[in-house]
């Protein structure tokens, strides 16, 4: 009677550790996005010009982006709860920085401190939660992570600006620091160590020499190609969405269209949580390639709130789903031992996205009627089919 509870318990997912491992993944995510939305505000405070305080909001994701590589090579080498609250007490610092900062260069050093702290933890904090998985749930399992990462999202902009409204900037950041200090002592309470995972040899075989600091996974780079594609007219309407609604005069609460975004990605993370073990790579991919047309589709002909709405549904469809099918992918292409290196190569594709996104969303406004923004963004998905059809033999690991 006493070996089936124990297999369960084993296979279970949210274990005490993932439960910790999941709560401070929330708040180190809501406090890394808490600064976000008033970063260019309050440095304009400061003094500085409009294209200043875009340089400064901008400077944390290309940090971050820049330290990818060694945050992935660190990870798989050390023990995953120091490193985890290590990196957050960096984002710790930056937060409490915010609050003290008194010219846009001191807040430069600050976010430059942040953008370190946020690529280590968030490499490390996935790498972690991986670790303890049975490898037969990793994409159940990476879908919950991704639902806690997707309401830190939600949940820190609108901390942040509402913040700022009622009480003032800095009030934000003492939010953003609170949010670091609970994310540290959520790891504390974590009693798996995380230490490196040993590569298992076959008997007689020596042990390979140690490699330098690989910059990507190899294995994992289709998943991160995908996640730019995806990215671009996400974070493109992201940044563009107020001033289309604007420009064409549109009757819609665009304001509630992240919100409810967020609202369906928890609830698709939640219902398809186990199909993620499932269904293939192959499958996922062409499914959120027609609801992220869908999407594209209806923010062009959108007249009112109805098809808003349908189009952030179609866009939770989309590239919400993608950002778990990619990772777990990822995850599962590199295999044990490597799991480190593979988020940060799927984070690699994420800044990227992030940053190309508001730039080639930036070009296309300007350059084509805003009639036509969303009709040439959609050229993003064609392009995912085409990287699927290279690279489908290499994405054929574990049923994907």
């Known amino acids: 009677m006493t070996l089936p509870a124990r297999i369960t318990r084993r296979e279970r997912l949210v274990t005490r550790d993932a439960a910790f491992i ?37 400077v944390t994701s290309l ?48 976010r430059v401190i942040g953008g370190m702290g946020y690529s280590l933890c968030s490499v490390c904090m996935s790498t972690w939660f991986a670790q303890t998985l049975p490898q037969n749930r990793v994409g159940a399992a990476m879908s919950l992570f991704g639902m806690m990462n997707a309401l830190g999202v939600a949940v820190g902009p609108a901390l ?40 298992q040899k076959a008997q007689g075989q020596q042990d390979a020499p140690r490699t330098g600091i690989k910059l990507l996974s190899i294995e994992a780079l289709p998943a991160a190609v995908m996640i730019i594609l995806f990215a671009v007219p996400y974070f493109a309407t992201q940044s563009y969405l107020v001033n289309y609604v604007a420009d064409r005069a549109l009757p819609v609460a665009e304001e509630w269209f992240f919100t409810i975004y967020a609202a369906v990605l928890l609830a698709m993370r939640i219902v398809l ?56 992918t990822a995850v599962k292409l590199a295999g044990p031992g490597k799991t480190g290196l593979a988020n940060s190569t799927y984070y690699m594709g994420f800044d990227i996205g992030m940053f190309l996104g508001p730039a080639v969303g930036g070009v296309v406004y ?16 064609p392009l995912a089919i085409v990287v699927l059809a290279f690279t489908r033999r290499g994405l054929r690991v574990q049923g994907r």
């Open 273 to 328: 949580r186990d199909v993620f073990d499932r269904v293939s790579f192959r499958t996922f991919t062409l499914c959120s390639c027609v609801s992220m047309l869908a999407s594209l589709a209806l923010l062009w002909c959108m007249h009112g709130n109805l098809a808003m709405v349908a189009a952030a549904v179609c866009m939770a469809g989309g590239y919400g789903i993608m950002c778990s099918v990619c990772q777990s």
């Open 366 to 381: 300007g350059a084509v009627a805003p009639v036509w923004f969303y009709p040439a963004l959609a050229v993003c998905v």
């Open 160 to 199: 942040g600006i509402s913040l700022f409204q009622s009480v003032g900037y800095r009030a934000a950041f003492v939010c953003s620091t609170v949010l670091a200090a609970c994310s540290i002592a959520c790891m504390g309470m974590v009693h798996d160590p995380g230490r490196p995972v040993q590569k």
């Open 63 to 110: 940090c971050s982006l820049a330290c990818r590589p060694v945050a992935g090579n660190v990870t798989d080498r050390v023990g995953k709860r120091r490193l985890a609250m290590a990196s957050a007490l960096l984002m710790l610092v930056s937060s409490a920085g915010h609050i003290v900062a008194a010219s846009p260069i001191q807040l430069v050093a600050f």
């Open 22 to 58: 999941l709560a401070a993944t929330f708040c180190y995510m809501a406090c890394f996005m808490v600064t976000g939305p008033v970063v260019v505000g309050f440095t304009m405070s400061l003094g500085a010009t409009v294209a200043l305080a875009g340089v400064v909001s901008g």
